[in-house]
């Protein structure tokens, strides 16, 4: 694992996020060189402090004590390694990430409606993307999100804030369910009226919708996250026209969209 700090000619070590940095994670889609999608995530970083190592490795083989960790390889600027069954490469770019990338993710995130003023600062960011073909979206998701895990300390904000980054990852693996919430976004269309996942079609699933709300319920966003949760689980099988039961009663799936990018509308059933 010692070729991890990428020293190449034009790359600096790795930075670790350090109690200072602006830390914030966006999965799970990133762009290749190519433009062909890839799974992975962001870090973004206030500083270009180096990477300590055998404080990663430390920290994942605690956290994480039966999965594998290893050096698999390094390139000029990306060092690669393989968490459980998936390959993956890690690179520092000495910029911040665009802002027209960030911008639109930052508007549209409930839970931390300061992030545009925490992340204005960040002076580079890490990429974490799959560096070969690996089988299962899942099981990539899963294990690049416990190798993140290991990367963060537990301190600092960010768009999935670092400390909860770690935190939802240790306790939803911990209780074999997936840790959607840093997969899988929920947003408020106030226009529509209406609650929608972004982030499910990237496992090969239906985005799911939530209309005729009249706010951004915390409550409607739970539950956003239990509905995904349940076609993941199910993989995908919920029937066209099943109703369900929810916070605001009974609501009646109703399928839409082209194949490829199918949505599940949860209608609220009327009453009589």
Known sequence: MEGLSCRAKGVSRLPLAHSRA????RTMSAESHNGAKKVGAVIYLSTNRPLHLPDFLAEFHQSWPHLLLQKTGKEPHRALFRVGKSDFALELHHAPVPQEVTGPVVHSTLHWPTAGAALAGHQAHLSVTESAENSGVLSLA?????????????????????????????????TGLYPLALWVAVRWDGQAGALHTKGMAQFGAPEICLPKQPNADALMVDYL????QSVLTLHHSIPDGKTMDSPQGKLKIEKSGAPGRRILILEPVRSG
């Open 225 to 228: 996250f239990h509905v995904a």
């Open 22 to 25: 602006i830390v914030s994670i």
């Open 142 to 174: 899963c294990d690049l999100t416990k190798a993140i895990a290991a990367l963060l300390p537990v301190n600092g904000p960010a768009l999935n804030p670092s400390e909860s980054f770690v935190e939802t990852a240790r306790e939803m693996f911990g």
